[in-house]
């Protein structure tokens, strides 16, 4: 699990070091998780003292307040004090009380034992691999969620839950998939490929780096709280519309909150992904012979940075209706109801793209090196990128066709909405193009990539339904809906994820993954997905709304069906788990370029070095040319020399 | 001489087996496209995948459906034939170290892609536009029914007969009835599947939509916007009839 051999280039500066301490010291006063765990209790008290010290001097009754106690202590001062305790602010700390700071300090640097991965690091490599875990830790959390939901929906009536916990089921299901599996997920991947395919030692701001990851698991750790707070968990869906969310009990606070820390975490990553991406650029890499995974990444960022403020606006209005008593969407003050779902969608339908740009990446590096092929159009695939990106932002109201806003906004809603095919078919039949004619290699990684492709089409062309307003104004909030996004949001997003983390995995890991085991995980996805979303298209036509728990009985049968085959899809996931875990372990060690890909992390050890590149890459030519005789991405020049030339 | 036509035969009939193979690949795509295209058809008509339409609006919004299903079916058998077609064709053994023939793209093909999607959602978007508009013309005299949705039941309201109100949605056939939707609390959605229209009802605003009936039988209505913990059980019946029963039913509550 070490990525790197020791580095000494730190102790060259040893007046910077600190004075001896014993390790009993080190463990509670240096930077940790034992120092995060007291300093995150700590600040837990300042804030509670807060609240009360203030409420009690205006004389407010009572002077104990659950909700503003558990948003200002546990879920804003908490939470600092643990990223304190961990040490994500000691640099800056530094700096700004004037202490001596080490610019060259690379302790903080790659991992050498597993216990690495469990403090601040500013390896990109080391945080890419702590955010897929994360990710895939909480996505088996919302996982077994969903079939505990599915369990409940097998049979009309209501048989294992109440009412309040299954909203609150579906609730941090989907919030959990969307802010805690799949957006971050991306970040992951992007994490530890963008920097190496750009030829760059590591991102552009290590430390924010390191600290856009651990805004992470507070915020997974609240939507997953959410369920102890009095009441129950946030039960108002993932959308939270107000005024249901304003009357929702303590839980919805955890789902203001947590957006906050996710949302901020996003927003950090994407300013980091645009700088490197803009300024770490290797030499000779100019946009144009950028891999597809980086265009995808510098959109999707830019998507990110714009829109996720308006999500965080929406939630922070809708806690303080409920804290402060404003009147933001309560119509009885003057506020405006339809405010939030216009706030809410100009970051969720951004987002829809936030999670499946990076996807497209994925899919464009796997399917062309798996068929040996230049990526077909290359310049059309990067600009249908930004195409999307440009419209993506003129769509926000077509999950609003029947919320009773503006009518004069239907139609041109619609027009744009459409107009999304054209980008999207663009990729799709450039994808097809690269087949053709190719040497394809049917691996883990192009079997999710293909089977992304062809799921990705059903997921555009029920959009297709959805785009036009009076198929919507029949088929929205039915479960033809939940059917359309889980086509796109797994059989789109989460199969990328799958085939990147193949993809990556030798060059992550060092070892291979074992081949049968990921193509039996593959066919039992793609077979039990399908038996469980298909029917949701019937369902959902035929009468059945969504998020509901009871159900006429007329879709008994049905149901029945779709939780036995969601169940064999939660299953199938133990595949990928057991392979996982036993080839990191044991697993083949693997080829530094096992697809011999052109993209640069192909070009260095697996794992890299700890600072990527012990010579400097001269980018020569595109990053797809397969089969072009004598034609080179990349040709590594001796650091030395390059210093010298740079310098 | 001899020689050299043997050669040009030779030539000739290289291009022509080339031409062979190229032919016969083109007939095997568009197999395997007519496979997926004739599977998807009988899936697409063998299932009722809509309810039974129960008004003018919905039959207008199903011959979209139509439309965008033919639509989906072509578009789904040529990106799966080419899909399977390619693996079938040129997969090759993990081991294989050649690469592919160096097409970067296609000018020509890579307009077509751009073109004629577009072509064909613009038509569906002023399919749809049209569509809208009738769905939302009310005619000379609509009946006004007042759907007020509060958690969780509907109650509907007949202004024009002196403010009946009623749990139970009846409505006689082929009149065309608008309903105007509020809300007490929270947003509510106000759906019979067999209508196809659907509204929100928002607190705060009024929403409107129209039905105009056509099939005489009981429906559901179901609210599909989650409005709290009795979401699901928040059903009613809706019941078309004939105008005289219909005149009926309202002496009866007016009583």
């Not at chain 2, 053994?93 to 892609?113: Q, S």
């Amino acid at each position: 699990m070490t990525t790197t051999a020791h580095d000494e280039r730190h102790e060259l500066y040893p007046e910077h070091f600190e004075p001896p301490r014993s390790p009993t010291w080190k463990l509670f006063f240096g930077p940790g998780l034992v120092r995060g765990a007291w300093m995150g209790l700590l600040f837990f008290g300042l804030g509670t003292l807060l609240v009360l010290g203030l409420r009690w001097w205006w004389s407010w009754t009572p002077v104990w307040n659950t909700e503003v106690v558990l948003a200002v202590a546990a879920m804003t001062a908490a939470p600092i004090g643990f990223l304190a305790g961990i040490g994500s602010f000691d640099y800056w700390l530094y700096y700004f009380s004037g202490r001596p700071t080490r610019p060259e300090d690379h302790s903080g640097h790659g991992a050498r034992t597993w216990k690495d991965y469990f403090r601040v690091n500013t390896d990109h490599k080391v945080i890419g691999v702590q955010y897929l875990v994360t990710t895939f830790v909480f996505f088996t959390i919302a996982g077994l969620m969903a079939m505990f939901f599915r369990a409940e929906l097998a049979k009309p009536g209501l048989q294992f839950v109440d009412s309040q916990t299954f909203n609150g089921l579906v609730s941090v299901h989907a919030t959990l998939m969307i802010f805690l599996f799949i957006i971050p997920a991306f970040a992951g991947l992007a994490n530890f490929a963008v920097p190496l395919m750009l030829g760059a030692p590591d991102m552009a701001f290590p430390r924010l780096n390191a600290l856009s990851f651990w805004l992470l698991p507070i915020a997974g750790v609240m939507f997953v709280a959410s369920f102890l707070a009095p009441g129950g968990a946030f039960g108002a869906g993932w959308t939270g519309y107000a005024p249901l969310s304003e009357g929702q009990p303590l839980g919805q606070t955890f789902f203001n909150m947590g957006v906050q820390w996710a949302g901020a975490s996003s927003i950090m990553t994407a300013l980091n992904f645009l700088v490197t991406i803009i300024t770490m650029r290797a030499p000779g890499m100019t946009f144009w012979r950028m891999p597809l995974l980086v265009w995808a990444n510098f959109t999707t960022s830019l998507l990110v940075v714009i829109a996720t403020p308006f999500i965080a606006g929406s939630q922070f209005f809708v806690m303080f209706d409920r804290i402060l008593h404003t009147d933001f969407f309560v119509p009885e003050g003057g506020g405006y109801v339809l405010g939030y779902q216009h706030i809410f969608w100009f970051y969720s339908h951004p987002a829809v793209y936030i999670m499946m740009l990076p996807g497209f990446g994925i899919v464009s590096e796997v399917i062309s090196s798996m068929s040996r092929k230049p990526i077909f159009g290359y310049r059309l695939m990067a600009l249908s990128l930004v195409g999307i990106l440009v419209l993506g932002f003129s769509v926000w109201a077509h999950h609003m066709f029947v919320a009773g806003m503006a009518d004069w906004l239907r139609v041109p809603m619609m027009i744009t909405t459409l107009l999304i095919a054209v980008p999207t078919g663009i990729k799709v039949f450039s994808w097809t193009a690269t087949l053709w004619r190719g040497r394809i290699h049917l691996t883990t990684p192009m079997l999710f990539a293909l089977g992304f492709v062809t799921m990705f089409v059903i997921g555009g062309l029920s959009g297709i339904y959805l785009g036009s307003v009076p198929i919507d104004i029949a088929a929205s909030d039915t479960y033809f809906i939940v059917a359309h996004i889980h086509y796109v949001l797994f059989g789109g997003s989460v199969f990328t994820i799958f085939a990147g983390v193949y993809y990556w995995f030798p060059k992550m890991t060092g070892r291979m993954y074992n081949e049968r085991l990921g193509k039996l995980h593959f066919w039992l996805t793609f077979v039990s997905f399908n038996a469980t979303f298909f029917p949701m298209h019937y369902v959902g036509l035929r009468g059945m709304p969504r998020r509901v728990f009871d159900y006429d009985e007329a879709f008994g049968d049905m149901n029945f069906f779709i939780s036995i085959a969601s169940f064999v899809l939660g299953a199938s996931f133990v595949v990928f788990v057991y392979n996982v875990v036993v080839s990191w372990t044991r697993g083949e060690i693997a080829d530094p370029n096992p697809w011999r890909a052109n993209t640069l992390e192909w070009q260095v050890s697996s794992p890299p070095p700890i600072f990527n590149f012990d010579e400097i890459p001269q980018v020569v030519g595109g990053p797809y040319e397969y089969g072009v005789p004598g034609a080179r991405h990349a040709v590594m020049s001796p650091a030395k020399e390059a210093e010298e030339v740079h310098a | 001489m001899a020689q050299r036509s043997a050669g040009v035969a030779s030539k000739i009939a290289r291009a022509w087996s080339r031409l062979e193979a190229v032919r016969k690949g083109i007939v095997q795509l568009v197999a395997i496209g007519l496979v997926i295209g004739v599977a998807l058809t009988l899936v697409a008509l063998l299932f009722q995948w809509l309810p039974t339409s129960a008004s003018e609006e919905f039959d207008r919004i199903q011959a979209i459906y139509w439309f965008a299903t033919v639509i989906s079916i072509v578009i789904f058998s040529l990106v799966g034939a080419v899909v399977v077609f390619s693996v079938w064709k040129w997969r090759v053994p993990l081991d294989d170290d050649a690469d592919g023939p160096p097409i970067h793209g296609h000018t020509g093909l890579e307009i077509a892609w751009t073109a004629v999607p577009a072509l064909l959602v613009i038509a569906l978007g002023i399919f749809s536009t049209i569509v809208l508009a009738r769905n939302g013309e009310a005619g000379d005299n609509p009946m006004e029914v007042e759907a007020l949705g509060q958690q969780f039941a509907w109650k509907f309201t007949y202004g024009d007969y002196d403010d009946l109100e009623s749990g139970e949605l009846v409505l006689p056939v082929g009149q065309e009835v608008r309903f105007t939707m509020r809300s007490v609390d929270v947003i509510h959605s106000f759906w019979v599947p067999n209508f196809g229209q659907k509204m929100d009802a928002v607190p705060g605003i009024e929403t409107e939509i129209l039905v105009t009936p056509k099939r005489l039988g009981e429906f559901a209505v179901v609210c599909t916007e989650l409005c709290g913990l009795g979401h699901a059980t928040m059903r009613a019946k809706a019941r078309v009839v004939e105008q005289a029963e219909f005149d009926a039913w309202v002496e009866e509550q007016q009583a």
